[in-house]
């Protein structure tokens, strides 16, 4: 088992949450499972925990909503749980709840942001440097009978030193890929909707329009969040702008990309490689035609999956839920969703 690198920090939201009162029947929470121990561990005493299928329960007897794994949330699920006071995300992304129809019924929704840059932003570049190097496919080779002898012409991958980075999406986890690819003595792009001039003056980025960005990247991190605006926005003519040696790596959301049209610039030599940590669908089916190609390297949706940025995420979403549940103003609550391009 996996040790954390460092002291998990304290809970100082969670020490500030007063206990529920004891005379009070305990808020009922319905919560997608199994919850991870810690989750349950600190809801335990504070809330009754309702399977998922509980719902559609009776009016008004659902005081909360606890999202894990990504179940849909949608206006017709809210509709059926009059009286709901919270919805809280384990997790930053909130592509599957309706935010909009919540924030209308005066639902707050709180997620995770800030404590999963770090680690998503490493994985974003352990798939980078796998794809470029061709880690999987190498663990794969050295393990076989196939390698007898030391080749210096064999398995040749790509320079990630010195090459040019795309980053699509500027926020805070774009920001930490970007402070990665420094370290690499990589050149950075990057396309947002808003343009962050800080953080290209502070880490010496240029913004590109997406076209530019596409035709010019070595390496392109998709960093978007899904919306209207981003799915599909990585199809066949977003991928037949790339260079050919080029590699896609996605830590966003699988719906980013169109999924046919990268298995097709993978098989076709459109771009290079690619390195997943989201899919569309998720997981993919055994035998899909991405999993049997060796310039995909492919991860379970690992983006914040370490012990410790687990643990904040655990404690965070349940500060939102108890804040919510207790009519307090939530810690991290989502904020109304902005129109516009990505
Ligand atoms: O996918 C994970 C998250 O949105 O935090």
Redesign the pocket.
């Known amino acids: 088992m996996m040790t954390p690198a460092g002291p998990i920090n304290p809970a100082p939201l969670l020490a500030r949450s007063p206990p529920m009162d004891a005379q009070r029947p305990l808020p009922r929470v319905i919560a997608d499972g199994p919850l991870d121990p810690t989750v349950l561990g600190l809801l335990d005493g504070r809330v009754e925990l309702l399977p998922w299928e509980a719902e559609p329960a009776e009016p008004g007897t659902v005081d909360g909503v606890y999202t894990y794994g990504h179940p849909t949330v949608d206006d017709a699920m809210l509709d059926r749980l009059p009286g709901l006071l919270v919805v809280s995300n384990y ?3 909130v592509d599957h709840i309706d935010v909009a129809a919540a924030l209308d019924r005066g639902i707050p929704v709180g997620n995770t942001p800030g404590v ?1 840059d770090g680690a998503t932003a490493d994985l974003a570049f352990a798939l980078l440097l796998a794809a470029a190097r061709r880690l999987a496919e190498g663990d794969r080779y050295a393990r076989s009978d196939g390698f007898t002898r030391y080749d210096p012409g064999h398995m040749l991958g790509l320079e990630v030193h010195g090459s040019t980075l795309g980053i699509l999406g500027m926020g805070r986890i774009g920001e930490k890929v970007a402070r990665r690819a420094l370290g690499f003595e990589m050149d950075v792009l990057y396309h947002n909707r808003n343009p962050r001039p800080e953080v290209e003056s502070a880490l010496g980025l240029r913004h590109a329009g997406f076209e530019e960005l596409l035709s010019r990247s070595d390496f392109v991190v998709l960093c978007v969040p899904l919306t209207d605006q981003t799915r599909g926005l990585i199809g066949a003519r977003a991928l037949s702008l790339m260079k050919p040696s080029a590699v896609l790596v996605n830590v966003s959301r699988g719906p980013v990309v169109v999924t046919d049209d990268l298995l097709a610039a993978l098989r076709g030599g459109t771009i290079a490689a690619a390195g997943l940590d989201v899919t569309d669908p998720e997981p993919l089916p055994r035998g899909h035609g991405l999993l049997g190609l060796d310039n995909l390297v492919i991860t379970p ?1 690992l ?2 999956a370490t012990d410790r940025t687990r643990r904040r995420m655990a404690e965070i979403s349940v500060e939102n839920l108890l804040a919510g549940l207790d009519r307090r103003p939530l810690p991290s609550p989502v904020l109304p969703p902005a129109p516009g391009p990505p």
């Open positions: 997790g930053v992304g999963l949706h983006g914040s």
